[in-house]
């Protein structure tokens, strides 16, 4: 079986209320997403997506369910908990409605307001059958390692369940940003993503949640971002005000703890990316997940990868199915 971890999807409702709000800002990401839509409907349309499943995964492929874009991380608290609720609500019931389709879904939290919001998600996890929760690098701008979001941290390394975490740079983050406003050619995301990434998974580590909650379990998309290739720059600390606190923080060096993530093998073709991404986390740390709803080539591109570099049947099949077993604590098929 190959289970992808890293499926996104954008459900009815939910759509039409990020739509509503995005729209009455006059905010352009209303209609890259419909352009997105229009290269490739399976991030919305069930049909097409069983159909591109079929085609490019074969028979013994299932999805976890992430949505594609929760806008709660940019909301007040109301707002944001609307959403949640939203698209919590839908995600469980198209997993529920076809079990041989989806292994199962992944909850969206509003941490705008905390006790709210993690309340929220307990009851995704332990109610609805939630896998785990899916957060964005930043909400409203604040970095995940922010002393508001600890709980979320804490409370996930307690129930053993484990953290998506998808970068969310938008086209206002300036390239250069002393002499610009917007970010050009869409290099927010195709270049700030996996720097976005690998920021967070720094600041986390540096911060000692790591350290703090060995077991904490962290799911990164796009392998890790930068994290593999720059290793020898991560290695040490830059010295500054900061290191004193961070090493008095930290049992081991930083790649120790950037290791202990989990890392999918997204690379949309780039088997030099998922090279990397085994050497630096390890087997038993990288996850199938392909990124689908994008772009009809990412599934097909990400199995391709895979075939290409792994070497061994045993090694395919820890990457395709067993790993994502054990972190998402899946049982096995009867």
């Not at 079929?54 to 940019?74: F, I, S």
């Not at 941490?111 to 059958?129: F, K, M, S, V, W």
């Not at 040490?236 to 890392?263: I, M, N």
Request: contains cysteine.
């Amino acid at each position: 079986m190959r289970i992808d971890v890293f499926a996104h999807i954008l459900t009815p409702r939910y759509r039409e209320r990020v739509f509503e709000i995005l729209r009455a800002r006059g905010d352009q990401v209303a209609s890259d997403y419909q352009g997105m839509m229009a290269i490739d409907p399976t991030l919305t349309d069930l049909e097409a997506r069983f159909k591109l499943m079929d085609e490019a995964g074969g028979p013994d492929y299932r999805q976890v369910l992430v949505m594609a874009h929760t806008q709660a991380e940019h909301e007040d608290p109301e707002v944001a908990a609307e959403l949640v609720a939203i698209g919590n609500e839908e995600l469980a019931g198209v997993a529920a409605e076809h079990p041989d389709r989806f292994a199962g879904w992944v909850a969206q939290v509003a941490l705008q307001d905390g006790e709210r919001g993690l309340a929220a998600l307990r009851e995704a996890i332990e109610q609805r059958g939630a896998l785990g929760a899916q957060v964005f690098t930043h909400i409203q701008g604040r970095c995940l390692d922010h002393p508001d979001y600890e709980p979320l941290f804490e409370l996930m390394a307690t129930i053993d369940r484990p953290i998506w975490i998808h970068p969310n740079r938008t086209v206002q983050w300036s390239d250069f940003p002393l002499t610009e406003s917007q970010s050009r050619y869409g290099l927010f995301a195709r270049a700030g993503w996996p720097t976005d990434t690998a920021v967070v998974m720094c600041r986390l580590a540096y911060a000692g949640y790591l350290e703090r909650w060995p077991g904490l379990k962290i799911v990164v998309h796009h392998s890790g971002g930068t994290v593999p290739m720059l290793a020898g720059r991560l290695k040490t600390l830059q010295q500054g005000p900061e290191t004193e606190s961070v090493s008095a923080r930290l049992a081991h060096p930083p790649l120790h703890y950037l290791k202990l993530y989990y890392a999918d093998t997204a690379n949309f073709g780039n088997p030099i990316a998922l090279r990397a991404a085994l050497e630096f986390f390890g087997e038993d740390h990288v996850l199938f997940g392909s990124d689908f709803g994008f772009s009809p080539t990412f599934l097909p591109e990400t199995i391709d990868d895979i075939e290409t570099v792994v070497a061994g049947e045993a090694l395919k099949r820890k990457l395709y199915e067993h790993n994502a077993r054990a972190v998402l604590r899946l049982p096995e098929p009867a």
